[in-house]
């Protein structure tokens, strides 16, 4: 029966557009289960769910969970080849099934955050420090809601509301629930046009 589903399979993929019939196929499938022998109509679900018993049935069983060749411990993960000047992480807020909804769990993030471990190269460097400069934060629902933000100038935090712009503290940026973080390096280094000087900028 395996043999003959092979050579359907390998007819069906050839390429050859002459017609195809599975005649060998339909009679190693009576000579196995002599119930669906015959020219009489067929339930096409019972035939199926023969054929595969017959195909299982001519394959041989291998218990693999303590072969070494075929079981291995694995970890799927990314990572970072190339980090950016700027780093824009957007958690997951909203959720889309059966019906749409928005996650509220509040996620803690750092004010500083060192990449090293998600790199490719997992090496140690100052460029891999970043620092937080600013959040977006969103209240409401799914289909509605109001944007806020908070964003550092000078070591000094501020709260964005629309047109209105007041003096935030740390805590408040640290509490609230957000939608969006901005992380910056904290030594930034930038080259001139001309490729002559190279000047180093640093955020606190």
Not at 127 to 145: R, W
Not at 160 to 172: G, I, M, P, T
Request: with cysteine.
């Amino acid at each position: 029966m395996c043999c003959e589903m092979n050579d359907l399979f390998t007819q069906l993929y050839s390429g050859d557009k002459q017609p195809y019939g599975p005649c060998r196929f339909l009679q190693s499938t009576w000579m196995s289960q002599k119930e669906l022998a015959g020219y009489a109509q067929q339930d096409a679900h019972e035939f199926f769910i023969s054929a595969l018993n017959n195909i299982h049935a001519g394959c041989e069983g291998h218990k693999l969970s303590n072969c070494d060749l075929f079981y291995q411990e694995a970890t799927k993960q990314l990572s970072i080849k190339r980090i950016p000047p700027v780093l824009s992480i957007q958690l997951k807020r909203f959720e889309h099934g059966t019906s749409t909804s928005k996650i509220e769990t509040k996620i803690r993030f750092p004010i500083e955050l060192d990449l090293t471990p998600y790199t490719t190269s997992k090496k140690r460097s100052s460029d891999n420090i970043y620092t937080l400069f600013a959040v977006v934060n969103h209240q409401g629902k799914v289909d509605t809601g109001h944007y806020t933000m908070f964003a550092k100038h000078r070591n000094e935090w501020f709260k964005f509301d629309d047109h209105n712009v007041a003096a935030a503290y740390q805590k408040d940026v640290l509490d609230s629930k957000a939608y969006m973080c901005f992380y910056i390096q904290k030594s930034l280094k930038y080259m001139y046009p001309d490729g002559d000087n190279l000047d180093l900028f640093r955020f606190e």
